[in-house]
Each structure stands twice: as structure tokens, then as C-alpha cells.
């Protein structure tokens, strides 16, 4: 069956999402399942002895060849050093963005006919031509890649919620971005001002803060425990803590369960002592929004909305701080770890079948009407001035050389627990 694939690597997790034809039409984009089991994979590789990569957690774990990460990294001209070998940060992402390629061409019985991909809405054309360069090592050579905003936004546009302007807020795991979208006059969107972005702020920093009210409540138990057994309980209980923030986006109270040697442990927490927790990096998030907004021209009452995104976009706290901060329509789907990926697989619909342009004007319109194959953002002569185009210099460092990996082993990689 024909159909389009969009794929959103973050740096904790991976989504896909795939639209079908549907007559002369496309079907709304469904998330793919990659490892047989989930439709969210960790953004996690692991380099084996013969230099097969595995993604998904290694059990035992091998930190010397696993690699977390790497998107944030892109760009970064010191490479992630795996099992005595170098590996860059855009090659390790265009190989986690094949292997995604590969899962769901064997489900769909076939290629896609357009492939999307999301990238930070901060890079610049650095990164960009970066990722785009490891994409064709890898045998990728026709990728759309667009700023995460943008399929955000279409992913909120096909449900009827926004249809101009608006900011997009999106919280992952371990990192934050702020941006404005708008609709241009071909049907698509396109980031305008300066994106905003934040490495420190994420869901996983939200479970810490659960994970150290129950280490502080149960400090007394926690001292009882045998040294030996200590690190074992303890990596029970960030899982428990994100069950628990999960619960507390619907519900006023949860129980954090800690397994104990002398038996399990629960520890109540309600919502208002979880949002005493993380207001203060909750409002440094909105802070940042507030910045991307002002200084980009346009009132907050100029906005259709904020559309939220990422996993931890459901936690209450986050619509009621942006309601007060700017006083529009706050926007978060069932489903917001999915927003991303269903937005690509939209995109990716328009690159195939795009919206009827209107009558050529008379001066020749912009170079990006539509989103069209192989894009990358804009030109290097297009490119926004707010945009920066290469990440900060790094001060001198003396290294010895280090060969990075051939092309040739970057198609052995596989699901962890099976061969792929």
C-alpha cells in the first residue's frame, strides 16, 4: 500500500508515524509500532564488539558503548567516543532514522513515497546540512526536514485547531523549545522570529524532583537498606516517578511505590505538592516562550493559540501557567508525544500531493511555497538572520585523530532483543 512516513527522533525518544492513500485522498497518520511492541522507542544505539548497532537499552548496561543524546549533539564537532571508536552525532541520528525506515518498510510491504523529518526548531543550515550529508551515507537521499514547530503545527492545523499564527511549546524528556509558526498564503507554515531552546529542562528533571521527595520521606528506610542492594532499589524508582507524573496530568493524587527489602513502600503525593515541585522550571519554560514572543513583533492577543507538544506537554500546571501568562487558547492533544511524528506524516502528505497554489503574482514568490523533496530548511541565501547558523566555537582542543565509521557499518544495525 502506498503511504508517506514521518519520524521524530528526540533525544529520549523515537515516534513514527505513517498516512495511507486513501482514493485521491490521505488517511489521518496512525503511529507505527518499531520494536514489536511499542510505538516509542528510546533514542538510545548501542555499538557491539563487530560494530553492529543495536538499538534500545544494552542488559547489562555498557555505558562505554552506549549512546544518549546524540540529536543535541548535532552539530558538535567532538564525537561521541563508543567502544574506542568515533562516532559523530548526525551519523549516529541518520542511523537511528534508517533503522526506523527499514521497520517500516518491512511492515508496509515497501519504501515510503515521501519521507519527513523533524529536526529542533533552533538549527541552523550547519545542522541541517549536516544531518542531511549522514541521511545519504546511510542511503536516505530524498528526506524533508523541517523545524519540529512546523509539523507540530500541522499536526494541531489538520484537527481545525490553528489556521494562522501561533507559538509552539514543546516539553520532551530532557529538553524544551519555543517557537512561532505561521501559515503561509501555499497552505503550509514556516518559523518566524528566534526560536528558543532549553538542554536542562524536561520531563525526566520533573521525575527527579518526585524521585527526591520520596528519598526524603523515606530517608530513614532508604538508610536501612544494605549498600549492595541500595543502587538496585533505587533504579526502581524514576520509572515509578514517571507512572506518577503521568497520573497526576489526570488525577489529584497518586501513590509513588518504592519496593523495599522489608516490603513496598507508598508514598502519597497530590497535585499541588508536584506542582510546588516543578513551578520553578515550569515558569522558566514560559519565560522563555514570553521571550520568543516578544521579540518576534506580535502581541500574545495577535496569536490563534499555543500548541503544546512532547511528552510531559499534559502536566496541568504547564496550560495553566501559559493561560495566565498570555490569555489565549492553550492546545494539547490526546496524544502529545505523538504530535510531532503525526505532523511529519502530514507534512510528507504535502510533499507528494500539495495544496493548490493561488495565482502567480507578478514578482516571483519565495523560493519555499511548499514542502518539497529533499528540503532543508532555508537557503544558505534565504536563511533567517535570527537563526544561527553554526553552534558556538569551541576553545582549542588537542586530540589525537580518530577514524570515524565507515558508511559500510552503519546497515548493520537491529531492534535490541531480536535481529532486525
Known sequence: ???????????????????????????????????????????VLHVSVDGTLTVGEPDPPDPGRTARCFLRRVGDEVPLLLGGEAWPPHTLTAALAAW????????????????????????????????????????????????????VAESHAARGVVDGTAAVYALGGETF??????????????????????????GVDFDEALAEHVRTVLARDLAAVDPLDAPVVLRTLLPQCELARRGLSLGDEVDVLLALPGG?????VTRPQFETMIRPAVRATVDLLLHAVHSAGPTPAQLDGVLLAGGSARVPLIADLLTAAL??????????????????ALAA??????????????ETPPAATRYAAEAVGPRRDDRHPAVPDEPPPRPPVRTAPLDLPKASRLTRIRARGREG
Open 1 to 43: 500500500m502506498s503511504y508517506v512516513l514521518g519520524i521524530d527522533i528526540g533525544n529520549t525518544n523515537t515516534v513514527a508515524a505513517v498516512a495511507r492513500r486513501q482514493g485521491a485522498t490521505w488517511a489521518r497518520p496512525e503511529t507505527v509500532v518499531l520494536d514489536g511492541r511499542s510505538t516509542t522507542v528510546p533514542s
Open 100 to 151: 526506523v525506515v527499514d521497520q517500516v518498510a518491512g511492515a508496509e510491504g515497501g519504501p515510503a513515497e515521501a519521507l519527513v523529518f523533524s529536526h529542533p526548531s533552533s538549527w541552523g543550515p550547519h545542522r541541517r546540512d549536516l544531518l542531511q550529508w549522514a541521511l545519504r551515507e546511510v542511503g536516505l537521499h530524498h528526506v524533508t526536514l523541517l523545524p519540529r514547530a512546523v509539523t
Open 177 to 202: 523549545e519555543a517557537a512561532l509558526v505561521r501559515r503561509t498564503p501555499y497552505g503550509t507554515y514556516e518559523t518566524f522570529g528566534r526560536p528558543q531552546a532549553l538542554d536542562t529542562v524536561g
Open 264 to 268: 513496598t513502600r507508598r508514598v502519597p
Open 327 to 344: 490569555g489565549i487558547p492553550v492546545e494539547v492533544e490526546p496524544d502529545p508525544h505523538h504530535t510531532t511524528a503525526v505532523g511529519a
Open 349 to 362: 502528505c504535502q510533499v507528494i500531493s500539495p495544496s493548490p497554489r493561488p495565482p502567480t503574482p507578478r
